[in-house]
């Protein structure tokens, strides 16, 4: 099965491509944005050496239909998918904050829990609390973006107080964030799954805040299956989970955090395509919907270059 894990193309009116852990962005007269979804996978801010067959497609199309389904809650930066990896938005000036928002006690907030950890960005934990268990209500924990490596826990009051986001946007943001998980959750609900945990990214045009990036993937979000929740929860047995988690959990069954000395366990052919069914159950789940494959045995590349120069030369 091939798999695209790099892009380099050269679009009219581009004006500069930004090629980061998972997607290849290209910057279109300073106006447009064409987001590739490669089949790139990264783990503890790594990128993993195969790239995962289909695993961009799925991304891709998680997120452009949770753009749709939440169009009416805030604006966002979509406005095409003309191949199934690809995206074309608005380009926006991004805010260099991640919205983290979780309604579990779980992943690395657990982690740091375990240890002692009883504030995460500034938002105080009750203590006595069980591994996967709900929060009272969903917290936001906020994050740095950072140029290279981990980005960094950050409190409100630290982006305010620093200007990273004006008090102003940053409530925008908030609300947001807030009625975005909601709504994500309902949709979750309906197929059986709880959004556990996502993280948002928004930018501003004009003077206004929209959403940008992806949204409700498995790459940003962390899904459990609702059956049977409460009954492992009670019994303390780990939650059957729709997320990137069973690769980092793999990773670190393989002696890799990405921690110095630490050496990348090999990726086979077969480990990659159970990856990739993987990915396909989780879009099945998460969308409702058959997951139909894009024609693995053309030239990848060859196509989106069509599909996407043949769309912007109608937004001419």
């Known amino acids: 099965m091939k798999a695209l894990t790099r892009t380099d193309f050269n679009f009219e009116g581009q004006k500069s491509v930004y090629h980061g852990k998972v997607r290849d962005v290209y910057n279109i007269n300073d106006d447009l944005m064409v987001m590739v979804a490669t089949d790139r996978i990264s783990a503890f801010d790594v990128i993993l050496p195969k790239g995962i067959p289909f695993k961009g ?75 996967n268990e709900r929060f009272p209500e969903p917290i936001i924990t906020p994050t740095t973006k950072a140029d290279e490596g981990h980005d960094l826990n950050i409190s409100r009051e630290e982006i305010i107080a620093q ?95 990405n921690e110095p000395g630490q050496v990348m366990p090999e990726i086979t052919d077969e480990y990659a395509e159970s990856v990739s069914e993987r990915y396909i159950e989780l879009y099945e789940h998460i969308i409702g919907e058959r997951f139909e494959k894009a024609d693995a045995t053309e030239d990848i590349a060859a196509r989106i270059e069509q599909n996407v120069s043949g769309y912007l030369k109608t937004r001419k």
Not at 102 to 121: Q, V
Not at 199 to 225: A, Q
Request: net charge neutral; glycine share 8%.
């Open 57 to 131: 497609q799925v991304l891709n199309q998680i997120a452009a239909k949770f753009l749709d389904a939440t169009s009416d809650i805030c604006p966002n930066w979509k406005l095409a998918t003309p191949d199934p990896m690809v995206t074309v938005g608005l380009k926006c000036e991004g805010f260099r904050v991640e919205m983290i928002i979780r309604s579990i006690l779980t992943g690395s907030a657990w982690r740091e829990y375990k240890n002692g950890c009883r504030e995460l960005c500034g938002v105080k934990l009750p203590d006595g609390m069980k591994e």
């Open 163 to 257: 200007g990273i986001v004006s008090e102003e946007d940053y409530k925008v943001m908030e609300d947001y964030t807030r009625r975005l998980f909601a709504r994500g959750q309902q949709i979750a609900e309906k197929q059986g799954l709880i959004l556990v945990d996502t993280k948002y990214e928004f930018g501003k045009r004009d003077g206004k805040v929209y959403l940008i990036d992806e949204i409700h993937t498995p790459d940003s979000s962390r899904y459990f299956y609702a059956e049977g929740y409460e009954r492992n929860l009670a019994e303390g047995k780990p939650q059957r989970q729709l997320s990137k988690e069973f690769v980092r959990q793999w990773l670190i069954e393989h002696n890799f955090m």
